[in-house]
């Protein structure tokens, strides 16, 4: 199998698994006990705190420890609503765990803005700028775009923030980003960080919360009180812990570097078996790359033209390569909201694949890959046409 | 005195010197139904009695029974020996909290009864006026209808309460069909329509992968397994469909391509009916809800075959037949977003009336037969059966 899906989620690594074994067969212990075994265990779990927040780059803040980046983000968002006169800034391009969430508190009558992307994917600072005002309550906007792989620029956000709503709150859903993009929290405004193991080679299952001022966070809900009161139940001991050691293996600025050369060799090869480049108006026939020059080098969209996405995903499934079509939770029916929002037609949309990959691959899978996808898409193209 | 489940089934009544047929068939079908209890069911002149169960499943046992074609109504009754000393004393013991008003009804297919049923009527009337002095009798309104049976087995029925059941004839009495299960609101509830008339079900689905994907053909063993629960075991042919359409796409007029489409699926579904032994094609289609669903159309898809076509649907508009969708249960597998085989290749502006002479001379550039054969003899065969 090739496997080209890794913004869904990734082949966990092999040193995870015994680190399940030992917090899950000896030291099992409840971290909120009492005795030495679960004494041992809590500072585990502050150390692995302390070794996350240095690898956000954080000079200040804590780390909540959380079940999925969909709880971190409801966590950041939710806990960050206060009664009053407040607005609420969304950008357009969220994730559904982001987006719909912004819906719902439309409707529960919050004051809620939605800033458009750009047509190179990216929130249209402008827009953010004209949006945001001393009611600004929060900010939540996407480090890296799960459906195009396209970067936003969090200095010029954290700008906007400085100088137009200081009081705000700046929540980032870096699910995408952390350990892929290399950045320092300390270079920002963010207050607020999500993130979620399984897209860096922990398990599922396992993921987290950066919190600047644990102050300004309300918990979801209640119980005994575990990590500050703002995430009560048991820890996850054991996925703490292998989300620690994922992060110990994964070096990110030598990955990005691979992960270039990795995304470079794919469209080569593709490009040599005939697809056309695409982006920054470039010209556009058959099978197109979104060229996302502001984009995470991990993650590019595909356009299939004439050939639905979906059915080159059933069809590369069918001999062994993995792609996706987006985010699972909107590659429905109605089509892609984010691909939607830069502006392309429907009929782009649905010939649209996601192909995401990781900075492990050898340079035969990417070929191998490549050439697969072209042949494919060949072979259905004439079925079809 | 004990607590029984007392059956009553409908039609079954008019079926003259088949009668014995049609009870037998629902009596082995309730027992089908409950084979995860131990019960005992027994026939008295016009209704059955199921007795013996566990009284803590009686809910769910009424809740399977509800899925039984052929039943009308399910009443928890109390059965003792027949005598009008013990009715009047079991009437007077009814709980009758919260009830202001109230009526008698008396069957009493007994005539060796001393008491005409009015008379019953009368006296049980009397019995509960005197227990309790605030209840009043009405006839038109009442908050609490007390029936009493009289039945020929020697025993009286006595309930206040009967839960409505699906109706219909007993699956299997009208024989085998085959239905088209697409993974759309209206296949499902035309299965379940046609089982209701006590027609078995086999189906068969269409699916184009990799032009649709697998999810789309598990939502539709999902679906079968849904009807199963009403229509009993579904043999479930599934076919491929993905080089019909390809060839389709190929050769033959765009606006053309569904009419094709669903004449091709016809073919296959009656030479699948014919080799099992199934006498009729079962459709969801519902009279001009569709460019492939207008008069013209259906005229032009069932030419090619000689079966009945039973459209269960043909009259239902599309709200209808989501109310039915949701009472029994398909809906919302229905609405899953997964692309089914008529979805794919949807040309822009489909022939709304097609004729059978422009259809035929399309197709001579297919070899229709070889297709058809193919199709038929690559399917699969997944046998369902929630029932």
Known sequence: MIYLDNASTTKMFDECAEIHKEFSCNQFFNPSALSGGALQVSKLIADAEKYVLSRLGASEGNILFTGCATESNNLAIRGSLRSGNWEYVFSAGEHPSVFNLAKKLEQEDFVVHFVPLAKNGQVDLECLSNVLNERTRLISIMHVSNETGVINDLQKISALKKTKCPRAILHVDGVQGFLKIPFALRDTAIDLYSFSGHKFHAPKGIAGLYVKNKGGLKELFEGGGQQFGLRSGTENVSGIMQMRKAIELIDEKANFERTKEIKRLFNETLLSAGARTFGEGVSVEKCILINDYCGSPYIETLIFQGVKGETMLHALDAVGVVVGLGSACSSKKAGNRVLEEIGLEKETIVSSARISFNAYMSNDEVITGAQIISKVFQDILQRVS | ?387
């Open chain 2, 1 to 387: 005195m004990k607590k029984v489940l007392l059956l009553k089934f409908g039609e079954l009544f008019l079926k003259g010197r088949n009668r014995h047929d049609f009870i037998s068939r629902l009596k082995n079908n309730i027992l089908r139904k409950l084979t995860a209890f131990s019960c005992k069911l027994e026939e008295t002149q016009g209704r059955l009695i199921l007795s013996g169960y566990d009284e803590a499943q009686e809910g769910i046992i009424i809740e399977k029974l509800q899925q039984v074609f052929g039943l009308i109504g399910v009443a928890d009754a109390l059965e003792f020996e027949t005598s009008l000393e013990e009715t009047k004393k079991r009437v007077a013991g009814l709980n009758f909290s919260g009830v202001r008003t109230f009526k008698i009804e008396t069957k009493r297919a007994d005539k060796n009864f001393p008491l005409t049923s009015m008379e019953l009527d009368k006296e049980l009337g009397a019995v509960v006026l005197d227990a309790h002095p605030n209840l009043k009798v009405d006839l038109y309104e009442s908050d609490m209808v007390v029936t009493v049976e009289v039945r020929t087995n020697g025993k009286t029925y006595l309930y206040n309460k009967l839960h409505l059941c699906a109706g219909g004839l007993p699956l299997g009495s009208a024989g085998k069909g085959l239905l088209l299960l697409s993974g759309g609101i209206d296949s499902p509830v035309a299965g379940y329509l046609m089982a209701k008339r006590g027609l078995e079900i086999e189906a068969v689905h269409f699916h184009s992968y990799p032009y649709t994907s697998p999810q789309a053909k598990e939502k539709v063993i999902e679906l079968a397994k849904e009807i199963s629960s009403y229509c009993g075991k579904i043999r479930l042919h599934i076919v491929s469909f993905t080089e019909i359409q390809e060839q389709i796409h190929k050769n033959c007029d765009e606006e053309y391509m569904i009419t094709i489409m669903r004449r091709i699926m016809m073919r296959i579904a009656e030479k699948i009916a014919r080799a099992n032994d199934l006498g009729a094609i079962v459709t969801g289609e519902s009279l001009g809800q569709v460019a492939s669903q207008t008069m013209q159309s259906m005229n032009v898809t069932n030419s090619v075959v000689s079966l009945p076509v039973f459209r269960p649907v043909i009259a239902f508009d599309k709200e209808e037949i989501m109310a039915l969708a949701r009472k029994i249960g398909t809906y919302e597998t229905s609405i899953l977003p997964y692309e089914d085989c008529c979805t794919v290749f949807l040309p822009k502006n489909p022939v709304i009336k097609p004729t059978v002479k422009r259809a035929e001379f399309l197709e001579t550039s297919l070899d229709i037969d070889a297709l058809v054969s193919q199709a038929v003899n690559n399917e699969e065969i997944l046998t369902i059966d929630e029932f």
